[in-house]
Every structure is written in C-alpha cells, then in structure tokens.
C-alpha cells in the first residue's frame, strides 16, 4: 500500500496545532526547526521527508535521546512562499532552535541564508540540489543530497545511452530551474548537442496551455521537466493528452509517492533520477534499517523521499552526538564540519572547511506498471 499524503497531512496539522499550543521546547530538549511546504506544490515530497526523518528522531528518543536530551523536531508549514519561508525561519531562531532542517525549494533556501549567517545556526540537509549551496562553501550549510546539475548531467548521459537524439527541457523559471539545467546544457554541448526546445513556465501559476502544442510542435524524443511534482506532474498529464509519446524525464525532488499518484495513469515509464539509492533493494545496511523504521508505521511504503529524511536525520544527530551535552549552534557546526567518512550504512560522507556538499550519490529509475520506482 502506497503512502497516503492526505492521512498524514491530517497529522501534522494536528502536531502543528500542538506547537502552537506549547510554542517552545522544554529546555531538556534540542529543539530542530523545519520551516518547509507541508502544504502547497511541493507537499508529497515534504510530507515523506518528513515521515523518514521523524522515524529516526523517534528511535534516537525512544533510547533516552542524546546525552539524554530529547530531539523536537517542530514544523511550520510556508506553503512553498519563499518570503514564508524566511518568517518562519526567523521565528524559529528566536524560539532557540540549535538548527534548522530540510528547507524545502531553492528559492526557499536562498531566503534563510541570511539568517543563518546572522544567528550562526546551521542548516542540515536542505531538500534542494542547487549549486549554490555547494560552491562557494556556505559554513553554515551543510547538503546531504547530490547536486541537481550532477543530476542533469547524468539524465543526459542516460538519454544518449538510450539512443534518444532529440531532448527538449522545460524548466520552472526560478533559481531551481536555472541552477539545474546547467548541467544538461553543458552535458549537451560536450557531445555537441542542443535541446530541440527549451522553454520555461511561472513558478506561481504555472500554466501549460501554451507550452504543451509547442512541445508537439518541436516534437522531441524525450522531455526534460525541471520543477515541483504538482506542476511537473500536470504537464506530463497534458502532454499525454496531447497524443505525445516523448519519453518524459523529471529529477530527484519529485521522487515520491504522492506524484506518482499525481500521474495516475500516466505514471508508467516516467524517468526520475535518485539521489540514493533503490528504496527496495536489501544491498546496503542504509536501506535495510529506513525499510525496518518505516515499516513500523502501518500502511506506509518507503520512498526516496522518506530515503533523504532519514539520512540527512542521522547526519543531524551524529552532529548532536558530537557536540556534547546542551549543544550551541556555533558547537554544532563545529562538530558537523568535522564529520568525516561518516558511514550512513554504506554510504559515506565526509564535511571539511572547503567541502560541505556530503553525498555524490546519483542514480536513474524509471516508474513501473505498479507505481513503484525500477531500478
């Protein structure tokens, strides 16, 4: 049975209405801010973040905390709003939070950076692949994803090993979109290609009316769509209505349950490419202990968004555990940053002063008959 993203919607308003109720963390507590979409486009994806990450802050307090400290994850919902996002970081801090968690959207992220560097509180595990975030090294960032244009690039290497010659991009016409198709227009120009068709559409009302009889029109072999699962997934849905065979080809941050539901019936064969690796596989100790985690929670099947909460989860309590008992922001950083070779469980990674970028782990699948990701 697949994730219901409604069921959960349902309880985490009702957490939600709790920490309104008691705004700030007991002060035995390590209180984690997580300001991110929990409603809007990006909500699938979040609400399955969230479901891995919360499974293993509930195991780390389930077995008395760190030193003894219990973990509180709190969650604002920004509705994917950028400017939100800021509002609701900065409340955050002042609430006392040691970090924030998982922002949710590159121009959402571009919003905190400031605050970060004002409060000097770390950010872990962003759920956004942008350059940005990468290079130069931010010292208070701390990625645990690939970057999206290592995705780009490696989209285009699967198309040309395909044998796929004609590739047309839509992009969401943000920093997202800009950042990550980078890596496939330099992917394309070494191989002395160029898209057959690269337009770009609103992030805030993103409208496909237009776009689709152009898509038609170049009619390309494959289709790279870059932006949130709810707009990605309703150009999909026109360009099969269309008629339009194109293979259709999306990236990491809409590895998830909920939009391959958004596809419904044109789910079947859409490439997404991961950042880690297969959810089904038993081949790493990573994988097997999120499917144990998981599996406790009845009617929910892991994904690779759950896979990304549950990992950039044990980098943050691994940083926890290292900056000792009643930990600052700054000791926090500090003990983040000296992470090295840190084993996920078969997956390594390794934080210094010049390098902050955590895994480099990229991967392709495709989406089965039965609504499940194939390797």
């Known amino acids: 049975m697949l994730f219901s993203p409604s069921r959960f919607l ?9 920490s309104l109720i008691f705004p700030a963390a007991a002060s035995a507590d390590i209180l984690i801010g997580h300001p991110a979409g929990v409603t809007g486009a990006v909500a699938a994806g979040v609400q399955e973040n969230l479901i891995g990450a919360r499974a293993v802050f509930d195991a780390v307090n389930a077995q008395g905390g760190v030193h003894g400290q219990r973990i509180v994850l709190r969650t604002l919902d920004d509705g994917f709003k950028p400017e939100k996002t800021a509002e609701l970081a900065r409340q955050l801090i002042d609430e006392g939070a040691v970090a924030l968690f998982m922002t949710r959207g590159t121009p959402n992220t571009e919003a905190v950076l400031p605050l970060l560097k004002a409060a000097k509180v770390p950010l872990v595990g962003p759920a956004t692949g942008a350059s940005q975030l990468h290079n130069p090294v931010n010292r208070f960032v701390f990625n645990v994803r690939s970057s999206y244009q290592a ?53 805030d009302k993103p409208d496909f009316s237009a776009l689709v009889p152009l898509i038609v029109k170049a009619d390309p072999q494959a289709v790279l769509f870059i932006g949130s699962s709810a707009p990605i997934a309703e150009a999909i849905t026109q360009l099969r209505q269309a008629g339009h065979s194109a293979q259709a080809i999306t990236l990491s941050n809409n590895a998830s349950a ?31 202990d999120a499917q144990a ?83």
């Open 151 to 203: 995705e780009t690039t490696r989209v285009v290497e699967h198309i040309r090993l395909m044998g796929l010659e004609r590739l047309a991009i839509v992009q969401v016409d943000d920093s997202f979109g800009r950042d990550a198709v980078q890596g496939a227009l330099a992917a394309l120009q070494r191989i002395g290609k160029a898209p057959v068709l690269h337009e770009t559409y609103n992030r």
């Open 258 to 288: 909920g939009f391959i539901k958004a596809l419904g019936p044109h789910a079947r064969g859409v490439v997404v490419s991961q950042v880690f690796p297969w959810e089904r596989s038993q081949r790493t100790s990573f994988v097997r």
């Open 293 to 375: 985690m998981v599996a406790k929670q009845p009617g929910v099947t892991l994904t690779q968004a759950m896979l990304e909460g549950v990992a950039a989860a044990k980098v943050l309590v691994e940083g926890l555990h290292r900056a000792g008992r009643n930990p600052t922001r700054e000791g926090l950083r500090d003990a983040l940053e000296g992470l090295n070779h840190f084993d996920l469980g078969g997956l390594t990674l390794s934080y210094g002063p010049q390098d902050h970028s955590g895994l480099r782990f990229v991967d392709i699948a495709i989406i089965d008959r039965e609504g499940h990701f194939r390797r």
């Open 10 to 18: 349902r309880r985490v308003a009702l957490a939600t209405c709790v």
